[in-house]
């Protein structure tokens, strides 16, 4: 399903709207999160429906998409950071429900598999948020990440890391590797949402939704699941409308 919407404040606004109404029918819901640009608006929404009262994160449980390799929780730019300074902090979500990749650990590939334990553990994630990248990335799975791909590290895309480092002081400080959930694990979400928005991120998005699904574009393996909305606005949908005409 596509919901095409002038502009960001539009777009943030219709995917908090579909959170909420989520979480109204369940409220233990399971709830996937992502982080980036894209996504803020709509987690400040969420805040504000919060603080007007009709909207409780008491009981919600999240599992964010990845986190860098390195970096401890408590690091500026970690993406677990990034949470608490976006959302977690100013909801009502108990800091046990909130589950997060931690990056800084020594044994990465048992961290990944208590990861992927603990979604398995939830009852599995009910509604996955995913933003874009450039190069249709999801999460971290860069081009060439395959479709049954499970929670592990990665390295980075140049084009990433470029992309990422206007969150760092300098280019130098990005790291290069993350870990991140796989397609294959954001495939078994029982409902996605796709945020994109901006006129780069047409390109990405035209290949998701009209390629075959392969592993130069990530994303186009969402065509394999049989409930994802992307929430696009007017720059994001660029490709699409010119597609219809
Ligand atoms: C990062 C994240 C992705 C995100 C993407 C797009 O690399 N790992 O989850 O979707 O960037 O980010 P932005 O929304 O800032 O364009």
Do not use: W
């Not at 095409?4 to 233990?28: N, T, V």
């Not at 009852?123 to 948020?129: T, W």
């Amino acid at each position: 399903m596509f919901i095409i919407i002038k502009d960001e404040a539009g777009m943030s606004r219709e995917a908090a709207k579909l959170i909420a109404a989520a979480i109204k029918r369940k409220p233990r819901l399971v709830l996937g999160l992502a982080t980036g640009s894209t996504p803020i608006r709509t987690y400040e929404r969420l805040i504000s429906l919060y603080k007007k009262g009709g909207l409780d994160f008491s009981q919600v449980l999240t599992f964010n998409l990845d986190e860098y390799v390195g970096l401890p929780e408590g690091h500026t730019q970690s993406y677990r950071h990034f949470m608490e300074k976006n959302l977690f902090g100013k909801i009502n979500i108990r800091q046990e429900n909130i589950n997060f990749l931690k990056g800084d650990v020594a044994d990465i590939e048992k961290e990944c598999l208590r990861y992927e334990k603990a979604i398995e553990g939830s009852g599995g994630i009910d509604l996955q948020i995913l933003g874009i990248g450039q190069n249709g990335h999801i999460a971290f799975n860069e081009p060439d990440s395959l479709e049954n791909s499970r929670t592990r590290a990665v390295n980075l895309d140049r084009s990433t890391i470029e992309a990422n480092a206007r969150f760092f002081t300098r280019i130098e400080d990005v790291p290069h590797r993350a870990l991140t959930m796989g397609i294959g694990t954001i495939l078994e979400a029982k409902e996605i949402i796709l945020l994109a928005s901006g006129a780069n991120k047409a390109q990405a998005v035209a290949d998701s939704i009209f390629s075959a699904p392969s592993t130069e574009t990530p994303a186009s393996f969402l065509q394999k699941h049989s409930k994802v909305t992307f929430i696009l606005d007017a720059g994001a949908s660029k490709m699409i409308e010119m597609k219809k005409v």
